[in-house]
């Protein structure tokens, strides 16, 4: 009796290709919008939560400057190494403090210049990033207390400069200093605020104090919190600690910000995931708006066909039979849309995470509740017109026309 | 003939009204008419007498408003709608005027259409469908749509839908209305040789005289009524 409803369906589809098509025109639309949404909001959320990953897990940013609301520091005093190393001695929750301090300058090559972010820092700087070196090596200790002209760059300063020719051994200028390349970076892509985090050179902090700087300031602290430690806990300690060093009295406000990237990144993962199940939402009205056409169309169609119910019923069909066929056609109609709307979003998920860059996560879970929605949706639409037909009384439906 | 034996169709007192208080309008005023297994009865009348609205009751398609409807000794109005589905799918044939044949739909499918609401299987159906086009003289045509075939061969599509079945009744209200004369015939033949081969009760509205003159005998209708026999000798030659 199925097998039959669905060839009846079938043949009815086929019989009128241009409007079936235009019928599932809106289920298609709405299972595609929803499958891109999740797609690509799946794939954004991927790409966040690997970020929190190459950040650095348990990163911890301590900052000079005076809170003013969101984004927004006055000046205050900066760090200086030994803050550093009293943050190191005196929290023992720390597995990596780096101090760092930061420049914008053009760096040169040969007759390839590429204007970067130099940082002076510590070996440390690498541990708190999760930076690790693809070739060559990082600094050593003697490098490092000797403020040697040495720097480790990453993929895109090498892009810039080297092209495809390997940069160790190679020195690069950085205004007055000629800087021996000893590491080349594993690349890390785009942040989530867009910026190529594989933009950067980092040289030993007491070279970039010594011969960029011109002072002993620390701009910067990096910190990298043991794993499990509670990063809300660490960051109290280091509040107090810091306080301490500044000398300042209790009724004195912070002159320093501790900024917690793991929870920054959580937000932004938050608001991702939000954003996705919003546009979803939308998305999913659309699907609902085809649903509605598809009743519109199985009306018209249970009216065009009246007296084919009629001689259906004439000749002994039951009422369940003509609401089945009704039904499995209305289903089969948006079944259908629910395939190409499938077929469509991933292809277009596929090119469209390549042109915003975010990787393309193929979430089968979303496949098949769309699938199985689309189906319902004819179910649920075609159920009143199906019933409609079902209910004609033979005699009338025979005789309209 | 077999008096001992139950009558196919037997209507007692049989009333329809439609529509309700001022409006109400009485197609049959108490019909009484039994029509024995294997009888080809022509049905007569003038329009509006009522005669389809008694095809409708005999076809179960509707029931009657009062009086009761023995179809092989079952009481008709007794039954729910699919009750009467069933007895139409098993025990009763239709021959509508237009023919009432699926469009694009092919000679072969039209026929089948009554054994897959049956259950049968697809072997027996083309079998089954296959033997009742060749009984209408329409083997070689089983792929043609409604729209390929002439008004005679689509009359024969339904007829040989109606007996696919091998149905106990065939009803057939103005089965020959739409066709000339020569057409007609070919279709009385047709109907004729079922009812005397197959032994098929047959009951057929017609306007025509010529036509209720293949059926053995003539029910005629007036105001909602069958004409008693003794009346009819006046009309006669008409
Ligand atoms: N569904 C209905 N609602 C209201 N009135 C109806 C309905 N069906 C039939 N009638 C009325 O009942 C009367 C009998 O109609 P019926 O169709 O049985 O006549 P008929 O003898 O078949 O006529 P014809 O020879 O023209 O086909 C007519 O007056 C008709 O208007
Ligand atoms: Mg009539």
Redesign the interface.
């Known amino acids: 009796?199925l097998w039959?409803a669905l060839l009846l369906a079938m043949r009815e589809i086929r019989?009128n290709v241009l409007r079936s098509f235009l019928t599932i025109l809106g289920i298609v639309i709405g299972v595609a919008a929803v499958i891109i949404m999740v797609t690509l909001g799946g794939g954004a959320t991927v790409q966040v939560t690997q970020q929190i990953a190459s950040l650095g897990s348990n990163l911890l940013i301590i900052s000079p400057g005076k809170r003013m609301g969101p984004g927004q520091t006055v000046g205050a005093a900066p760090f200086s190494v030994d803050d550093t190393v009293a943050l190191a001695r005196d929290i023992p929750q720390l597995v990596a403090v780096a101090p760092t301090t930061s420049r914008s300058m053009t760096v040169v090559y040969g007759n390839a210049n590429w204007s970067t972010q130099i940082t002076g820092s510590t070996d440390d700087y690498f541990k708190a990033r999760n930076w690790v070196a693809k070739s060559g090596r990082l600094f050593t200790d003697s490098e490092q207390r000797a403020g040697a002209a040495a720097c480790v760059i990453g993929q895109t300063v090498r892009q810039k400069l080297f092209g495809n020719q390997d940069p160790i051994g190679a020195r690069i200028r950085l205004q007055k200093i000629a800087c021996e390349v000893i590491g080349l970076l594993e690349s890390k892509g785009q942040s989530t605020m867009g910026t190529d985090q594989d933009d950067l050179v980092i040289i030993p902090l007491r070279a970039f104090q010594r011969r960029i700087a011109g002072n002993q300031d620390v701009n910067i602290i990096q910190v990298s919190v043991r794993d499990g430690v509670s990063t809300t806990r660490v960051q109290q300690d280091i509040e107090h600690l810091m306080r301490e060093r500044r000398h300042l009295s209790e009724n004195e406000e912070n002159n320093f910000n501790v900024m917690d990237m793991k929870e920054i990144t959580k937000m932004l993962t938050a608001t991702t995931q939000v954003l996705t199940a919003l546009l979803g939402a939308v998305a999913a009205v659309s699907l609902l708006v085809g649903g509605i056409g598809i009743m519109n169309i199985m009306l018209v169609s249970v009216t065009e066909r009246t007296?084919?119910i009629?001689?259906?019923?004439?000749?002994?069909?039951?009422?369940?039979?003509v609401l089945l066929q009704f039904l499995v056609e209305a289903a089969v109609l948006s079944s259908f849309g629910g395939l190409v709307g499938i077929v469509l979003a991933l292809a277009a998920s596929v090119g469209l995470a390549s042109v915003l860059n975010v990787p393309f996560v193929f979430n089968a879970g979303i496949v098949v509740i769309a699938f199985v929605f689309s189906a319902a949706v004819g179910l649920v639409f075609g159920y009143f017109p199906a019933k409609k037909a079902a209910q004609l009384d033979?005699?009338e439906a025979?005789r309209h026309e | 003939m077999d008096t001992t034996s139950v009558p196919v169709i037997e209507l007692r007192q049989v009333t329809k009204t439609f529509g309700r208080g001022t409006a109400a309008m009485q197609a049959l005023r108490g019909v009484d008419l039994v029509i024995q297994s294997g009888e080809f009865v022509a049905v007569m009348g003038p329009s509006g007498s009522g005669k389809s609205t008694c095809m409708n009751i005999l076809g179960c398609l509707d029931t009657p408003t009062t009086g009761s409807y023995l179809f092989q000794g079952v009481t008709v109005g007794s039954l729910s709608r699919d009750q009467r589905a069933i007895l139409r799918r098993h025990y009763l044939g239709f021959i509508f005027q237009g023919y009432n044949l699926l469009n694009r739909t092919t000679a072969l499918e039209n026929v089948e259409l009554p054994l897959i609401y049956r259950g049968d299987p697809v072997e027996v159906r083309h079998q089954r469908a296959q033997e009742a086009l060749a009984a209408v003289g329409l083997s070689g045509w089983e792929h043609h749509t409604p729209g390929e075939l002439s008004g005679g061969q689509q009359q024969r599509v339904a007829i040989a839908r109606a007996i696919v079945t091998q149905p106990a009744v065939l009803l057939a209200d103005e089965p020959t209305g739409n066709l000339d004369t020569a057409r007609s015939q070919e279709i009385m033949d047709i109907l004729t040789r079922l009812n005397f081969d197959q032994g098929i009760t047959i009951v057929m509205v017609t306007h025509e005289p010529d036509m209720a003159a293949y059926a053995r005998r003539t029910v005629h209708f007036r105001d909602g009524l069958v004409v008693p026999e003794h009346e009819i000798q006046h009309e006669g030659g008409a």
């Open positions: 009796m039959n019989r007296r084919e009629g001689i259906r019923l004439a000749i002994g069909a039951l009422e369940r039979e033979p005699i025979l």
